[in-house]
């Protein structure tokens, strides 16, 4: 923390602001300029409330110098992590993962169709709604547990890990008794209340990116499940909220290249919810490849125009296999193989 | 909804649409024009998911016409809302509330201090939280249920009627217990286990806009709430994420008095979130009344030097006294008085 | 400006920073912490690019300190800026100013009933575009010099100051010629050949905040103009962009406050551009005259529907008398009057 | 246009839009529904200012169909354009061009050594700024014409074509009689005037994004040129402004993806600003090669650390040669050569 005096401050407020660091505990770096004064705060370990400083006598501003997080951080653990998943695909590693399947768990055919035709062309997961948040009260709310069963079958007959969505603690607890790894929404990403029970509930997590939240939120959020003694976090980014309604939402390729500077942890990317458009799936999908995701999710259906959330931006079977295609190629050319069901 | 056809798609291409909304159920109104083919579609009460369409072959757009929401809407019930506290105090009538208190329940003397004065200087609601959602896990995360029955203890001693926020179901159940209204904060807007459950908890709940929620995405949440029973819901406008820092978000005064057009539930506006800066709380504040707020919800803190959550944007004693006086001046030149305590 | 070291910063790269600040002329100042050494730069009069250190070895940050603007700023200039017109109007004092009149000017008849009546409600400014920046080409583009002539025969007979927009430099030294007030748009709030050029034309200028200029950059840019030898500058909020297009733009009314705290020149306000709404423009206008704007800039014509640009944010004539009231009533409890022709 | 009748609208609110619609010369088109009456405006050819009819009694909204833009659009020319250069490369066509070069033209040492690596490692045009948009009045403000007589030594001596930036009209004659590409930034984009002028002046231009603008506005913004007579346009997406200032801006990936859907204009890409930081450049390059970008503009210095301006987002030399193997690579797997000097 660095506080800024006014170019006008006394020397009694400078010593008030010393004052006040003083009592937090901290250590005082007063450093007089031609300007003005600013005052360094040494010794704390951890983040101060910058507020504490903001109104006192003087002060202009207060500059946050540490980075707030600290398990999640490249800083403090160099070693990327990597999470093995129950049918040995690993998460993080050298080896790039692609996700697919439909928006919602619909019926049986569905799922087993969209299941079967993700495994032909290469993906190692299958994702799959069962508890939906939808804007609307009015809205396909999911099929709740019998939509886990029927993943969790899919799992049995096509060798595919699960991933889906938990919306509340009681639904966490549910999906990971049939889930590989348990997606945190966007709109979820700072309950603290479901991040601190998937910390407690053993089974990787998936946090997705709040669609106005900035990388150090994000990350802090990803800190409240390893804090709550859960290491086994990916992070993913699906696109922040723009001033342009051209497409649903804008990848941030950026925030993923920081994100692998900064975290230890393994970053997807979902250029579905990104675009909303299934014609700019692929190439957004290929840009996060190149940009250093170490996987995709991504939204296909058997049939999207018949489904029940989101099929415009699904994508058809034989675009599916497409992407793989050519995510292979992007990949190849950086050094990464594709993960491979055993 | 209206579907926009490209100019170049064939009768095939239009047929197809047509199929698709006969299918769900409603009455295709093809128009052909100079430049292109656009459908509407009749017949439909609730919203459509405009992905439905987005994929056909030969569509451009698919273009929601109607509101997707419809319980908190002033087209469908003319009549505004007001909520009767347990003090008396209504909210979304002619009179405007102040809601004012500390960020956190720290202490009993802190917050009967805070009582005391925000009673005398015209308030009428505390404000306090007990459970705090904070960005870092490391942060003040609140008192509990100690704080509660300390919030029910300054009701008691000093009339004011009490609002405290709630993070999760169980959560809510026990702030139900205690306060007159939970508060929903801006992070949980779409927690949408939550929102049902204060829907069910028959107390007063005030909603505030996710900090980069539209003004439809606020409505459609508020939405949630009077669809599982409860219609006793207040509006907050806190502001809204922006790419500039120099404040710590934007007070959205345009959605204040847009909202006002909208809907029949009443608006609050948080001045302290919205700026983040003490010395804008005033100004802002009078703003949001000058664009027709119901009323306010200002922190407030006797010593916000030594507060241990959101110092920098807490009135302090005197300051808040003035607001008081300013906003009755602002309400007079609207015609509206000020709520008092009986 | 404060560099961050890395971490794992060694002291050769602590030295290398300090080696390239005294290169700079300046004075490096490290101070080293528990958990990483920051630099304090001493002795820059001007702003230093922070991207000087941002690649060097070590470096994680460089946050700058000192406001990069200066004689904008109210640290260094403490009297604030009252702007006198040709019509002893003054703009910055106490009084408060009203500016209305048409998007465009279309007719003698349209621009001669606007000035009536915008005369008799109290506003003591008429504005009106001759060069209009349209979105599209094929958009109505203005009279021209047309234009600004029947502007100033409107200023003869009824007394207002004139003030419309230059879009570009031949255009300001024409728009210099007629008008009391050159007015930069948005658009053009960065156009610096154009800043330079009102800079030395020695007639006030209004400069209108780019739609997603932080308060930071609005204010360098108004520096352009006093740095060039114009002191007679007013800034303009009108809006800026949002994730959210229910409205055209949005009211920053903590910026307006923001603003008056850091610099000394005039804050102006344009409620019709900031919604889009007719609807919107009173509360919003009083809403940023309560927020501390020395003015307002809004769009009225005489018969809106007809209007051949942005009608739909005009107000009626008797809507516009009704905001005058209501401004002069929220001025009066603030302490303000309303400027009124001599 | 489809005007949304509000609920409660009367036939003869209906019947005067109806009245309007013709009275500009158009067909309405009534389509009455369960809820509302919808209208559809017919046999417009162009846009219509949809402010005419937003504050018409009864009417709840005006929602443009038609796209604004025209000569622009792939809808009406299905053909791609390729631009031609003078050392023979083309910008558009199957192969990507790679420019590259340093933020401003220094000096001849620094500007032949850039141009000489640049040529080296296969990029085909060379950047240099001559005359600078800076946000501060006291930063470098560029060489001028020494800087363009620089550049145009550099073309001769490697034969790499040269793009640099245009401030204004007379800087655009001036650049126009030595560079290859005239260069429009970000924020001129909405500077008609200047838009106009390079309309005129029969060299091909490069219209970067405004940091703020949407996909419609940049699309009618180069339709200004393409209508004042110049059809060869290249757009360049360099990033636009969010919420997080953890990188400078946000390459919009999804946006070089849209953009080649709708428009037969080549696109190109601007990491060095999309991210203000060295270490992203190269990744986020990739991703935009990844969404479909026609080419790159890169910043790179012999010497960035000694750099006038922007230095932190300038690659070195050898990580210059680095990106061009990795986007020959990306290119490759997506059929694409990279242009080469002939």
């Known amino acids: 923390m660095l506080i800024v005096m006014h170019h006008s401050a006394t020397p009694a407020d400078v010593q008030g602001v010393c004052d006040v660091i003083t009592a937090l505990g901290f250590e005082p770096r007063p450093m007089p300029g031609e300007q003005r004064t600013a005052i360094g705060v040494v010794g704390n370990d951890g983040p101060i409330d910058r507020a504490r400083f903001h109104g006192l006598p003087g002060v202009l501003d207060a500059i946050p110098v540490s980075a707030p997080y600290k398990q999640v951080s490249l800083e403090w653990q160099a ?15 050298e080896a790039l993962v692609v996700m697919g399947g439909p928006c919602s768990v619909e019926s049986e055919e569905q799922i087993m169709a969209a299941a079967a035709y993700v495994a032909r062309a290469g993906g190692t997961l299958l994702r799959g709604g069962a508890f939906k948040p939808r804007t609307s009260p009015y809205a396909f709310q999911g099929l709740g547990e019998a939509g886990l069963k029927l993943m969790a079958e899919a799992r049995r007959r096509y060798g595919l890990a699960i991933i889906t969505e938990a919306l509340d603690p009681q639904g966490a607890e549910l999906v990971a008794e ?6 945190i929404g966007a709109r979820n990403m700072q309950n603290y209340t479901l991040l601190k029970t998937v910390g407690r509930l053993g089974r990787p997590v998936m946090l997705k990116r709040g669609m106005a939240a900035t990388i150090k939120e994000w990350l802090l959020a990803a800190e409240y499940v390893l804090d709550a003694g859960n290491p086994d976090v990916m992070l993913c980014e699906r696109g922040i909220r723009s001033f342009d309604d051209a497409t649903r939402n804008v990848m941030d390729v950026g925030a993923i290249a920081l994100a692998k500077t900064l975290t230890h942890l393994p970053v997807i990317a979902d250029p579905s919810h990104a675009t909303g458009r299934r014609e700019l799936v692929t190439p957004v999908g290929l840009s996060a490849i190149a940009a250093g995701a170490d996987g995709l999710i991504v939204e296909t259906h058997p049939e999207p125009t018949k489904a029940l959330s989101d099929g415009a931006q699904a994508l058809l079977p034989d675009q599916f296999a497409g992407l793989m295609s050519k995510v292979e190629g992007i990949a190849g050319t950086l050094g990464r193989p594709l993960a491979r069901l055993g």
């Open 178 to 183: 049939y889930a590989d790894v348990i997606q």
């Open 79 to 93: 070693e990327r992590t990597v999470i093995t998943l129950g049918n040995g695909v690993q998460i993080g590693g």
